[in-house]
């Protein structure tokens, strides 16, 4: 009797299992919550992704007003301060342009700015000695000349601002953190109302990013108090500047020492303990996907995946900072081919690695609006020199500028028309396609006399319109080309609410009465489905477990 139950629930079991594995919809599913290509790995990661439930669930609160995420968040890394020839580094930053990418997240080295000593911002390290600023001009205006915007990694100190030179490492941290703050401050004084983003140094939380010597162990201490005063700084200089937090590195180790590093929840949380909370606007972090791809969504803390972030972001909202974005500083896969042994980074193919970028974009659009720029890692290297190793193959451009497949399947995915994906935005949203009468308020609201239409493509569930009206007034809101109907306002705050299922929708608003003022758009996350998927499965795994026990149940006497 009980061998029997046993072997009908197995032959159920391994039903079921062929019947996932031998459908599309199946093996599609499978993919969606696993980001794993190998048929075991798969199956191995579905049953990981079915006990999510065992562990407590990040918060992440999608549904409030997160600053800085209404421009577009596509975002790649250059190292233009490596491109010797001027003209390289335009073509850099053309094909980047044509590629629909609008962000360039870019270092500006201290060592190569204020390079002899302190305030000497002369370049003498070769003939005819120029100015150290000369080169970062022109980086800037590139940026400015083809519409992209500028993330500045301030970084890497020269060698006069520790009294050891580099005996510690070539990034260890200064003596002083006065002298950054006094760098920071120069240059944003250089680039005021030009760059408007500053990120403050990069991995604080391991080695060689905090020194590479035995006893330089990472401080989250010490990187908070100059975090700090860069922050207190460039405030100063112009109150508009967003300052993001280091991107912390993904890392399990708890042994602060190199090689090691400090688990980058761990460092966070010391962090705010230190009051770092107060002194930045942004947080960053790095999202490599190593050995999964972006639709890995199982959360194991003691692994690194795309998911990572999410614990970052649970973090910040214990902390009170559910309101700041974050800034994915560093996102890729590695192609590395077989002969280079390094497979630290993961192992993908190029195809792979194009195709994982795109759905690593809409991901995060679909289901992480507290993210407001992710970063590809990288552009391009300015020659072919480090092809042995592996960091080398997460390029999307040769260093001869011909393209790979990831730099043509970001091209096209980019430049498509813009659209909204779940979250609570403001007015100012990039989708948002405004036709006469409106007129910005310059805080996230616009305000629209009769006749001002606005039209847009967004994809979510149940949509919510918010706004003021000083007088009252009436809208008409048209939905996948049917006029829904009219709206009476009331004045003061108003709010409409419009229940379409989830899916892509296009909406033109219309004020037929006013003035009417829009303030937020709120787009739900989703309709359930995924939760539902992942309720019955862990159903399904305890009824199996139930039932399998009874075989091995002792006899009642």
Not at 22 to 31: D, E, R, T
Not at 195 to 202: E, G, K, L, S
Not at 265 to 282: H, I, K, N, P, S
Not at 371 to 392: G, L, T
Request: hydrophobic share 40%; with cysteine.
């Amino acid at each position: 009797m009980h061998r029997r139950r046993w072997i009908i629930w197995a032959l159920v079991l391994l039903s079921l299992s062929g019947a996932l594995w031998a459908s599309p919809a199946g093996m599609s599913w499978a993919y969606e919550v696993t980001g794993e290509e190998n048929p075991l790995a798969r199956l191995r990661g579905v049953l990981h992704y079915l006990t999510n439930p065992l562990r407590p669930a990040p918060q992440l609160a999608p549904e409030g007003p997160i600053a800085h995420t209404d421009d577009p968040p596509f975002g790649v890394n250059t190292f233009l301060e490596q491109e010797v020839e001027p003209e390289k580094r335009e073509q850099t930053v053309r094909m980047i342009a044509e590629a629909g990418f609008r962000w360039i997240r870019q270092e500006f080295p201290w060592a190569d700015i204020e390079i002899h000593g302190k305030g000497d911002f002369e370049d003498r390290r070769h003939i005819p000695y120029r100015s150290a600023w000369e080169k970062y001009d022109h980086i800037v205006e590139l940026a400015e000349r083809y519409g992209l915007r500028l993330i500045v990694r301030l970084t890497s100190p020269p060698a006069w601002s520790r009294h050891d030179g580099e005996a510690r490492g070539a990034f260890a941290p200064p003596d002083n953190p006065e002298d950054f703050a006094d760098f920071a401050e120069a240059v944003a004084h250089r680039y005021r109302g030009r760059v408007f983003h500053y990120q403050i140094w990069n991995e604080p939380n391991i080695a060689p990013e905090w020194g590479s010597c035995p006893t330089c162990a990472v401080d989250p201490e010490a990187y908070t108090d100059l975090l700090c005063r860069a922050y207190r700084r460039l405030k100063a200089v112009d109150p508009r500047i967003v300052v993001i937090a280091g991107a912390l590195a993904p890392t399990l180790s708890l042994n602060p020492y190199p090689p090691n590093g400090l688990n980058d929840v761990v460092f966070l949380e010391r962090m705010y303990q230190a009051g770092a909370g107060a002194c930045f606007d942004a947080l960053s972090v790095q999202g490599y996907g190593l050995w999964s791809g972006p639709t890995d969504r199982r959360l194991r803390p003691y692994v690194i995946n795309i998911n990572r972030a999410l614990y970052i972001r649970d973090g910040m909202i214990r902390h009170g900072d559910a309101h700041k974005p974050i800034y994915i500083a560093e996102m890729g896969w590695n192609a590395v081919p077989d002969w280079v042994g390094d497979k630290r980074f993961g192992q993908v193919t190029e195809e792979q690695k194009a195709r994982y970028l795109v759905e690593a974009f809409e991901r995060i659009q679909r289901e992480w609006p507290w993210v407001a720029v992710a970063s590809v890692w990288f552009f391009k290297r300015a020659s072919d020199r480090e092809r042995d190793q592996s960091f080398y193959y997460f390029s999307i451009v040769e260093p001869d500028f011909t393209p790979l497949p990831a730099y043509e399947a970001l091209k096209a995915y980019l430049n498509q028309p813009p659209r909204m994906y779940p979250g609570v935005h403001t007015a100012d949203h990039w989708a948002l396609q405004w036709q006469r009468g409106w007129e910005g308020l310059g805080d996230g609201r616009r305000r629209g006399s009769p006749g001002a239409r606005v039209r847009w493509t967004f994809y979510g569930g149940p949509l919510r319109l918010l706004g003021e009206s000083e007088t009252g007034g009436r809208i008409r809101v048209e939905l996948d080309g049917d006029i829904q109907r009219e709206f009476p306002l009331r004045r003061g705050a108003w709010e409409v609410a419009l229940p379409v299922r989830t899916g892509w929708h296009t909406v033109l608003l219309e004020i037929e009465d006013g003035p009417i003022m829009l303030s937020r758009i709120q787009v739900a996350r989703s309709d359930g489905r995924e939760d539902l998927v992942l309720s019955l499965g862990w159903l399904a795994l305890v009824l199996g477990i139930a039932t399998l026990r009874g075989p091995f149940r002792k006899p009642s006497s």
